[in-house]
């Protein structure tokens, strides 16, 4: 180890990566084109930690119950040095209002993290009026992500460089890192900067969907509730007075600013499956808007960048000779995007995923999992898909 390495974005994604790096003895230089870390999507100030709620093994399952875990040993840690104030454990309470979790609900008296549960027992855990059954999750609860990434960066081996806007990726024996009138250099660089790899070369042709996503905080008038509650979105417990409900997904819409009418229209919502709350319009204070990064597949990205313009001539043989020897990789460059909705549930995998890559990039990806979020999954599929 012991190498010199730039991550590029510091929100949740670029931050994990360079904590994990250093902790495992490299220098880190971390660079984002804002004046603050946590300034994308990472800003909102509580985010759910979650675990994802599934019975049929699949590649997100494995994923997801991996990340819940992962993410659950980081912030324990944390906890174990005193910072008791990045996760708060509440538990979570899921409603099953959509059919794919009507349908496990249906199915199910347990799963690995959830075990379903009466109206009544559900409202003493909430300590406030549920009318619908649903699963209880304990381990679940809520992350100051704007905290938990500013923790992180006291490390002393992580440089945090604000005002840095990278618009270009030079390989010269070392990777050059370029802005308009800077210049970095670095073993390997790390590009976690959520939908705005499009504007680097190397990870343009990554396929995702920016989708904006609003909250909504609002003053307390449950001060009893004490587990989050998910339905067709979600509440938390009061926080300093003030709970947070979230959160929308809109296609399409780049606007930055935050919708007033949106905000009703998700106490609206909310009121819906938790008919006893009883918010008014005036007790929405405010509200943050942000962007996820999210995949065709809606599972992360994570792994070296294969060379692109390189694999597309290599057509079928590329597919025929499907072994990680044959591919052609950039040396020393590494993505942690598309953390979509669950950056706090993948986040930190994604960081120790890529920090054994960069440790001894000689093994391949290895295990299932790792291999369902290696970027190069979609060429692989578009390549079966152009050769029946
Ligand atoms: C409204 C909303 C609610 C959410 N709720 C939850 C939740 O409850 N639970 C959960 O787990 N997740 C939630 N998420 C998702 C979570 O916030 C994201 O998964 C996570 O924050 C993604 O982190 P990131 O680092 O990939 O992206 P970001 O936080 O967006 O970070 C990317 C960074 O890259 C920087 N950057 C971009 N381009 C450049 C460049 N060229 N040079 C330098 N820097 C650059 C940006 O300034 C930014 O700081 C929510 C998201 C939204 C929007």
């Known amino acids: 180890m012991n190498q010199n390495i730039i991550v590029i974005g510091a929100g949740l994604a670029g931050t994990c990566v360079a904590y994990e790096l250093a902790q495992r003895g490299n220098q880190v230089t971390l660079l984002d084109r804002a004046a603050q870390p946590a300034s994308g999507a990472s800003g909102i100030p509580m985010g759910i930690l979650m675990p994802f709620l599934a019975d049929i093994d699949s590649a997100a399952k494995s994923v997801y119950a991996q990340g819940f875990q ?184 780049d606007n930055m600013n935050v919708n007033r009418h949106q905000n009703l229209l998700m106490l609206k919502r909310v009121q819906s499956w938790l008919p006893d709350f009883q918010w008014q319009p005036e007790d929405c204070v405010s509200g943050r808007v942000g962007f996820r990064f999210s995949t065709p597949d809606r599972l992360p990205i994570v792994g070296q960048l294969p060379r692109f313009d390189e694999l597309q001539s290599a057509g079928e043989r590329a597919i025929s000779h499907f072994d990680p020897s044959s591919i052609p990789y950039y040396e020393g460059l590494y993505v942690s995007l598309g953390h979509a909705s669950r950056g706090t549930l993948t986040c930190p995998l994604a960081a120790e995923i890529l920090a054994d890559l960069i440790d001894q990039p000689a093994i391949a990806p290895g295990s299932q999992f790792k291999r369902a979020l290696e970027p190069i999954r979609f060429l692989r599929r578009a390549l079966i898909q152009s050769n029946p």
Request: aromatic letters at 10%; one cysteine or more; glycine letters at 8%.
């Open 70 to 253: 992962t993410s659950l040993n980081w912030l324990q840690r944390i906890e174990d040095v005193g910072e008791g104030n990045i996760f708060e454990r509440t538990g979570a309470i899921q409603i099953p209002r959509h059919r794919r979790l009507k349908r496990l609900f249906d199915s199910n008296s347990e799963l690995d993290f959830g075990v379903r549960c009466g109206s009544t027992a559900l409202s003493q855990k909430a300590g406030i009026q549920i009318s619908e059954p649903g699963f209880w999750v304990m381990q679940a609860g809520c992350v100051r992500i704007p905290d938990w990434i500013r923790w992180m960066l006291q490390h002393q081996a992580i440089d945090f460089k604000p005002d840095v806007d990278v618009t270009e990726l030079q390989w010269d024996k070392k990777w050059r890192v370029k802005t308009r009138n800077r210049s970095f250099d670095a073993d390997a660089v790390v590009i976690a900067n959520a939908r705005d790899h499009l504007s680097l070369q190397q990870s343009a042709w990554l396929p995702g969907e920016r989708v904006r996503g609003q909250v909504v905080y609002v003053k307390d008038r449950t001060s009893t509730m004490n587990a989050v509650v998910c339905g067709d979105g979600y509440v938390t417990p009061s926080f300093d007075g003030i709970q947070v409900i979230g959160a929308s997904f809109d296609h399409g819409m």
